[in-house]
């Protein structure tokens, strides 16, 4: 309001001293500051006595207003203002009160930093309001000399620079804690990369940089890293390529951080390293416009610190979920992926009929691939079906979906004119070059068509392993489409697996006992075990049909256990009635035969019985004793010195050879039932009883024709010299108090 108050010594340097060309208020590296009076002497003899301070380098620019009318509008439209120096009185005598209210209220600027002026003390404002609206100084016009002037103005400039590093701080740390939040919650490895790129650009104060983010398993020799995210001017690298080591450029400075472990900030570029714990370390490269500022590269590093935890889960993440669902050999889909395939496509039938429904799935089996993987070795098994899997996908049609769902099988999903079988096996024709030999291996394939399947994705892959194992039966190196009649017959196999798993341990198993005799004399010398299973609802499954199912599910080996110490019990009863030399012949299938533990459990039903061995005889069938020669010498030879004796069940319809045959220690050959019934049913006649008849008398066996059925095939076989048979002439199966009976009440007189 009024000129500057008389003169005082500091006065004199403000007209003396020439000032320093005052900066205009467009500098943009001054520091601008405002001057509010309604005297215009103030203002010129402000900017005079200002005009050469220099604050942290940085000169100062100003503004004027002459009213607080005029300031308002001015710092409505400025928001860089460092300094107000205020005039208290001017429209009215508290308008710069009402302008500093204004300011912190209204504008809500905090950082700007006020001094109040005043040309007449008794306007002094109440500490109060200093205090409340931040103030940095209040002082009469006559107290501001130059000297303290300038002092004001500049540790006002520098409480304005410090509460502007601490709010850009505070926002710098405001980012940090969301793009954190943000990355966190992406699962993805490469949604991350790109993520970290994204975030370290817009911290770095240059969002849309160009940049590159690696990983790297082997450390920092590693020939190379793989490429997770890469932008701007590295965009030409692929992500899943690799950042070769030697390289220069951004491939130096990863190098130089991977080495280090350590963040690098150049003028040009900047490099951020994520070391993982569990997993390897990560690298990003940044380029820069201008270097950073301090305050920059504190949050980078908060940033990067913070992440790398994240990062390493969310890739411990990603190798858990490649482990999951895809084959580490081949990087093909492995079974629970292709499942997932396969009820997409399925679902995708759902919403439109049109697609997907003509999609095959076929399963490709590489025949005798366990001999060649024993044979030459697992790394050369390994090479194979490498060599297999590039050549499906060289060779079979693009849109088609490969995967490994085994250890030697592979599969094919698409559309059924890409899948055709013919095609895929002649894919097989070209011997695989392996570690410089040529391997020939042919397939079998099992095909769904997914159109006639009405179930999920699993049920599709277990419906083409039927398929494909129907075609390994019956013709190895074809092919084989599931229809649904296969499906029941196996779903009814597996219902009946397990009705005799629990029918087994509900006793609904029991033993029949089919007397032998001696055809000379119809005499009895022993009996046939044979196994029996009445439901619950008393129906009898014939043995033909679950046996087989007993040894397929291997619940046999329980089951045939029983069944010794059964025939051995019953053998003790018809002792104790005294049939003391009464034979008891007991099946054994293949699978109990070979178990580890038959002989020791054969031991021990002996032992556990009493049964005297001599007493028991075993029958194996010949197709049995046709498999693994030398295995089944050995173990006969030992089951022989427990003293059992064995026979050779079914007897002509292998193909034992003579020598073989020499070599087995059998005791017994029992002429097939197919061979008595022709005896008088075909016209090829005895010939083949007879011939088995001359072996058996040839090799000093012992022979025994079963299913004897009437009175001219017992004479037959008698007349061409078979001593004993077993049949429905002479009796069907018994009970056990039937057996006894049909042995006669003279039995006991009769070994007296
Ligand atoms: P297998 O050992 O050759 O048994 C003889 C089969 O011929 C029995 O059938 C018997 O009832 C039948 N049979 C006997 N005489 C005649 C006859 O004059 N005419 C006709 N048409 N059939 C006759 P089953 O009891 O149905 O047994 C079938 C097969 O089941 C047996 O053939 C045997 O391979 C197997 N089996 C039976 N019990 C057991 C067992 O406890 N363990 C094992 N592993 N297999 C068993
Ligand atoms: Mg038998
Ligand atoms: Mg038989």
């Known amino acids: 309001m009024s000129a500057p108050t008389p003169a005082q010594d500091d006065e004199l340097v403000f007209v003396d001293e020439a000032p320093a060309a005052p900066s205009g208020a467009t500098d943009p590296g001054a520091w601008r500051v405002l001057i509010v009076d309604d005297d215009a002497d103030v203002h010129s003899t402000t900017t005079f006595a200002l005009g050469s301070l220099v604050v942290h380098g940085r000169r100062l620019a100003f503004l004027h207003a002459y009213s607080a009318a005029e300031a308002r509008a001015l710092l409505e439209r400025e928001t860089d203002v460092a300094v107000v120096l205020l005039d208290v009185v001017m429209e009215e005598a508290d308008a710069g009160l009402h302008l500093v209210r204004h300011i912190r209220e209204t504008l809500d600027r905090h950082d700007l930093r006020i001094i109040l002026r005043t040309g007449q003390p008794g306007y002094a404002p109440e500490m109060d309001a200093i205090r409340g609206y931040d103030i940095n100084d209040y002082r009469t016009k006559s107290e501001l000399t130059r000297t303290k002037l ?71 020799q590693a020939a190379g890293w793989q490429v997770l995210a890469a932008g701007g001017d590295c965009a030409g690298l692929a992500p899943g390529g690799m950042l070769p080591a030697r390289g220069d450029g951004p491939a130096a400075a990863i190098r130089a951080t991977l080495d280090g472990r350590r963040h690098v900030f150049a003028d040009t570029y900047l490099t951020l390293y994520f070391g993982g714990k569990a997993h ?10 201008r270097p950073l500022d301090p305050l920059r590269r504190g949050l980078l590093e908060l940033f990067a610190s913070n992440i790398a935890v994240g990062l390493d ?12 669902f895809y084959d580490p050999l081949t990087g093909l889909p492995n079974r629970t992926r292709l499942v997932e395939l396969i009820d997409e496509g399925l679902a995708a039938v759902a919403i439109d009929a049109a697609d997907k429904a003509g999609d095959v799935l076929c399963l490709i089996d590489l025949d005798h691939f366990a001999e060649i993987n024993d044979a030459l070795g697992h790394q050369f098994g390994d090479a194979l079906l490498l060599a297999v899997a590039r050549r499906l996908r060289a060779l079979l049609h693009p849109r088609l979906q490969l995967a490994r769902i085994g250890s030697d099988i592979f599969c094919v999903l698409g559309e059924a004119r890409q899948v055709d079988p013919e095609a895929i096996r002649a894919l097989f024709a070209a011997p695989f070059s392996i570690e410089g030999q040529d391997v020939q291996v042919s397939s079998t394939l099992g095909l769904v068509r997914l159109l006639e399947h009405d179930g999920s994705g699993a049920d599709a892959l277990k419906d083409a392993d039927i398929a494909l194992k129907r075609a390994k039966s019956r013709q190895r190196g074809g092919h084989f489409y599931f229809s649904r009649g296969m499906g029941v017959e196996i779903r009814e196999r597996v219902r009946l697996m397990h009705a005799l798993r629990s029918g087994f341990a509900r006793g609904q198993l029991f033993l029949a006992y089919q007397p032998q005799v001696e055809l000379a004399a119809h005499r009895p010398f022993g009996a046939e075990a044979l196994l029996r299973w009445r439901t619950e609802d008393g129906r009898l499954v014939p043995p033909d049909r679950f046996i087989p199912i007993a040894e397929y599910s291997g619940l046999i080996i329980e089951i045939g256990e029983w069944v010794l110490r059964q025939a051995c019990a019953e053998l ?23 178990h580890p533990g038959f002989l020791d459990m054969l031991r021990a039903a002996l032992l556990d019985t009493g ?19 030398d295995l089944l010498i050995e173990r006969l030879a030992a089951i022989k010195r427990t003293g059992v004796s064995i026979a050779i069940d079914d007897f002509g319809t292998g193909f034992s050879s003579l020598s073989y045959l020499q070599r087995l220690q059998v005791d017994r050959l029992k002429i097939d039932r197919a061979f008595v019934t022709e005896i008088t049913g075909s016209a090829r006649g005895s010939s083949i009883a007879e011939m088995v008849i001359e072996l058996g008398r040839n090799l000093g066996l012992s022979i025994i024709a079963e299913g004897v059925e009437d009175e001219r095939q017992a004479q037959i076989l008698q007349a061409l010299g078979c001593p004993l048979a077993q049949g429905f002439l ?6 056990p108090e039937q057996l006894l009976e049909w042995l006669g009440a003279d039995a006991l007189t009769r070994a007296a």
């Open 280 to 289: 390897c370390d990560f690298a990003a490269w940044i380029a820069l416009e």
């Open 313 to 324: 889960n969310v890739a411990l993440l990603t190798d858990l979920q490649r482990a999951a």
């Open 730 to 735: 002479f009796s069907r199966p018994l009970a």
């Open 150 to 220: 300038y002092t004001a103005v500049a540790s006002a400039i520098r409480a304005y620079e410090q509460i502007h590093a601490l709010e850009a701080s505070r926002r710098g740390l405001a980012e940090v804690v969301r793009a954190n939040a943000e990355l966190m919650a992406l699962r993805s490895i490469g949604g991350m990369a790109n993520g970290i790129l994204r975030e370290a650009a817009r911290l770095a104060g240059q969002p849309a940089a160009s940049g590159l983010m690696c990983s790297c398993l082997g450390g920092a």
């Open 611 to 629: 049964a005297p061995p001599e007493r028991i005889e075993l029958e194996i069938t010949e197709s049995m004793a046709m498999e693994e020669p």
């Open 572 to 594: 003790m009863r018809l002792r104790a009635a005294g049939h003391l030399d009464f034979t008891m012949s007991v099946n054994v299938s293949q699978v109990q035969f070979r």
